[in-house]
């Protein structure tokens, strides 16, 4: 094929650069442009505007709020240092985080327990929460759990508390036998500086198993046969199921012996008395939950004592009258007593249980102490920092209102002293 002039269309020469015909040129014309460059102090300029922009997002990164999330235990560090939060409803372990708290539920109207929140240093274990206090700028709780329920549990705002003052807060739960079997104790602490940390504990409530045995339905007149239905439910029942017994209105003259388990005695009345004891009863195990007694007489000769507890045990609307000691605590146990007389007795109530113990509750309210040797002798308590309260206790010709030997905190400030 012979070349032709793109222009003219003439015959063109091999190899021609130009047309002899119109004289126009067959090579393309190429636009060469200067080639761009910035000059090392753009460059310079550039690169440090980088490193800046760099720093500002590293330093936003490291020092922006932040949120934590843990269960019963959490590490917290700034600047000064780093604290062990945790939380426990122990008021004697400060080191020992709870994640669950497995309680239960059996024929109490309700249930209360406190929930703690500690502080440590991390670097010695010391008390840290006054250091602490000072950086917090809020702190809330809150209660997870199911929507609707016909009983719910509830939570006490968080605050100092006079009866563990080894905690920075702490926050008053309250339950049922028919609350949420499972939910959520939240804390929320929001920090001066921003962070926010979300701490929570478990709560597992079982409803046990409630057994009720009464006068009305079998002979329990005699000693021996409340203890044989003690002795026998002892073997047969759970530890944690709730044994009540409903005592007639008749006088028990020789000792009764509680073993194996708790139980809960009820008294009765009628036009010729209540139930008595005039021999008094004994506790021989330590445990975990709460034997009480409610609306009994004990009714000494100068001698013996009316209740000696190795175990956790409560006396309501009871009275002790003549004894040589009314209501003992020895061993590992705590023992309360609320709305009862404690008349001519050489000890009232009688404090000698030094190992240590979270208690059960503060309150030893509303009792009259009349005409004996020592109302109160508190002479080991197993828990030091743990405050006594007497409010509307009448103390009346006494020869001691209260002998405490051990120190230990009370708050007499509104008992009545005549």
Not at 60 to 78: C, H, N, Q, V
Not at 142 to 154: D, H, I, N, T
Not at 389 to 404: A, H, I, K, M, P
């Amino acid at each position: 094929m012979k070349n032709q002039c793109p222009h003219c269309g003439a015959p063109l020469p091999e190899e021609a650069s130009f047309c002899p015909h119109c004289a126009r040129s067959l090579n393309r014309r190429v636009n060469i442009r200067r080639p761009f460059s910035l000059s090392s102090k753009v460059l310079r300029l550039a690169a440090l505007l980088i490193l800046i922009a760099a720093v500002c997002a590293a330093g936003y990164f490291l020092t922006r709020p932040k949120t934590y999330d843990a269960m019963g235990e959490f590490t917290y560090s700034d600047s000064d240092g780093s604290y062990q939060l945790l939380l426990s409803y122990d008021s004697t372990d400060r080191y020992t985080p709870i994640s669950i708290f497995e309680a239960s539920a059996s024929a109490e109207e309700s249930y209360r327990f406190p929930c703690w929140l500690y502080v440590n240093s991390w670097n010695t274990g010391e008390d840290a929460g006054e250091m602490f206090r000072k950086k917090i700028k809020d702190v809330q709780v809150r209660v997870e759990q199911p929507e609707g329920g016909v009983s719910p549990v509830l939570c006490s705002e968080p605050q100092p508390m006079d009866f563990n003052t080894g905690a920075v807060l702490g926050s008053l739960i309250d339950f049922t036998r028919e609350s949420p079997s499972s939910s959520r104790i939240l804390w929320t602490i929001t920090m001066k500086n921003g962070d926010v940390i979300h701490l929570g504990m478990d709560l597992s409530i079982t409803a046990t198993q409630i057994y009720n045995y009464s006068f009305e339905d079998m002979d329990l007149t005699t000693v021996q046969a409340v203890q044989d239905l003690i002795d026998r439910t002892a073997e047969e029942t759970d530890y944690r199921d709730a044994v009540n017994i409903y005592l007639p209105p008749v006088t028990y003259t020789e000792p009764l012996i509680l073993r194996g388990r708790t139980f809960n005695l009820f008294g009765s009345q009628s036009e010729a008395g209540r139930t008595t004891f005039t021999a008094g009863i004994q506790m021989k195990d330590d445990s975990y939950e709460i034997s009480y007694f409610t609306g009994i007489d004990f009714v000494g000769d100068g001698t013996g004592v009316a209740i000696s507890s190795a175990g956790k045990a409560w006396t309501k609307e009871c009275s002790f009258v003549n004894w040589k000691t009314a209501f003992l605590a020895y061993g590992d146990t705590w023992i309360n007593a609320t709305d009862c007389v404690f008349e001519d007795n050489e000890i009232g109530i009688h404090y000698n249980s030094s190992t240590v113990v979270g208690p059960s509750d503060t309150h030893f309210t509303g009792n009259t102490f009349t005409g004996n040797g020592t109302a109160v002798l508190l002479e080991a308590v197993p828990a030091e920092d743990v405050t006594l309260d007497f409010s509307q206790c009448v103390f009346e010709d006494n020869g001691t209102d209260l002998d405490n030997l051990c120190g230990q905190p009370v708050d007499l400030s509104e008992a009545v002293f005549h």
